[in-house]
Structure formats: structure tokens, C-alpha cells
């Protein structure tokens, strides 16, 4: 059998990476605005996507370099030792939605990377590990620009990255289904005792 070499890239090799736009003060929510504003809430943490049902609302002149794109990956820039720093991946085409200067936003620019890919593995063991190993600071802490950058990301052949990312959805499937479950089960439950009061 042959040995399959996987070779390593550094992020800032395979990804553009950029911090999310800095508000003055509080996001200043506006129910007229044409803009919305991503944060680190809105990544669900079971599916690891964007949420963007409840972004906030915004009217917004600023750079519009930080519109999100399709495929982009947001990372918090802020975590701790046991939660390590979320990440999800933006899976969509509403226009106008900026990231907060709470995430970096990376757009995969190597056409031999699929973007899911990173996602699953910046989210595995091994990629949260990488992660803390970065951070600095005391109870609440943070990722530079330039430590991310430099993170080394395995990167398997394409039909390899194929194969991984259909597997994590099917287990996200399979989670979402087991959530489900335990939700009927927990009201039936509560129904079970409800008839006995």
C-alpha cells in the first residue's frame, strides 16, 4: 500500500487573512439599515455556520472591503483554555453582512484548499490545539494577526479533503438528528410529570 504524503502550508499561505471591522463604541443597531453585522454569537456552535437570521442591523459608510463573502471562515479573535476560539464558515450569498473587529475573516485563496476543509480542522483537536498554543493573555485570550498566520495546516490531496468534509457533515447530520431526539424526549418527560402534579 502506498504511503499518501501530506504536506503542510502555513495559513497565510493558502488564506487572506483580515480582521473584521472596528465600530466606534457599541454596534448601533438600525431597523432602516442596509447592512448587517456578523459577530461571534452567530456562530452555532453544532454546525459550525454563520447564523444569519438574527445579524444585527446597521447603516453603515464605512470600508466595504469587509463584506463577507461566500465560503469565508470567521475565527474569534478572543477565547479561553477550555473553549479554545469558535469557528464557523459563512455559507452564503446575502450581500452586504461585515464581520466584527471580534473575528478574523479568512478567504482561501489557494484553489487546491477547500475552505470546509480548514473550517473542520481549525475546529478539530489537533486545530484547536494549535490555536490555544497561540494565545496569549490571562483568563480571557487572544490570537494575533501574525501567530495565526503562521498556524501550519495539513493539507491532504483534494479527493482527501472531499472525503473529510462529507464525513463532518454527515456527523452534523447525525448530531442535529441525536439533538432532536433529546429535545422530544426532554418534553416528554416533563409531560410525564406535568399529568402527575
Known sequence: MALTYIMKKLLCDIADIRLGYSF?????FDVDGDYFVAQVRDIDDMTQAVLTEHLTQISFDGNVDALLQDQDILLSTRGTESSGLKVGIYDG?????????????LRITD?????????YYLNSF?????LKNMMSGATIKTI???DLSEIMIPIPP????????EAMLNITKQKILL???MNVLG???DNIISIHQ
Request: aromatic share 8%.
Open 187 to 189: 418534553t416528554l418527560t
Open 126 to 130: 489537533y486545530g484547536q490545539r494549535a
Open 111 to 119: 484553489t487546491n484548499v477547500l475552505p470546509r476543509y480548514v473550517l
Open 93 to 105: 450569498q446575502e450581500e452586504y453582512i461585515i464581520a466584527a473587529s471580534s473575528l478574523y475573516v
Open 158 to 165: 483534494i479527493p482527501t479533503q472531499h472525503t473529510i468534509v
Open 179 to 181: 439533538q432532536q431526539k
Open 24 to 28: 466606534r463604541g457599541a454596534i448601533p
Open 144 to 146: 494575533a494577526k501574525k
